[in-house]
């Protein structure tokens, strides 16, 4: 079984930061691409930034040159710093995983959510 556990997020003011953390755990896993999505309330899911193996970055435009993605392969961890919020920032944050095991095949897997908030 895989799990994605997130941590970090919470409240901060417009201007401020606030960061995001996602490890994931299992029996025989192999990490790929590790990244974060979010849902704003009324809107549908969106990707925030991905990060892969080797560390080549992919950000939103909404998210660029405010927001970075790290990773640490070998603690299958990864690290999303939010820097100068907007409000537009606020909604739910998602932690992806795509993650092979020795019984199953590459697959996505999701965290269960962490609330980012930005208030002015």
């Known amino acids: 079984q895989v799990q994605l556990v997130e941590s970090g997020g919470g409240l901060a003011q417009v201007g401020g930061s606030l960061t995001l953390s996602c490890t994931a755990s299992?029996?025989?896993?192999?990490?790929?691409?590790m990244g974060w999505y979010r849902q704003a309330p009324g809107q549908e899911r969106e990707l925030v930034a991905l990060i892969t193996t080797n560390n080549y970055k992919k950000y939103s435009d909404s998210v660029k040159g405010r927001f970075t993605i790290s990773r640490d392969n070998a603690a299958n961890t990864v690290t999303l710093q939010m820097n100068s919020l907007k409000s537009d920032d606020t909604g739910i944050y998602y932690c992806?995983?795509?993650?092979?095991?020795?019984?199953?095949?590459?697959?996505?897997?999701w965290g269960r959510g962490i609330q980012v908030t930005a208030s002015s």
């Open positions: 299992g029996s025989g896993i192999s990490v790929e691409a």
């Open positions: 992806l995983a795509d993650v092979e095991t020795d019984t199953q095949g590459l697959k996505h897997y």
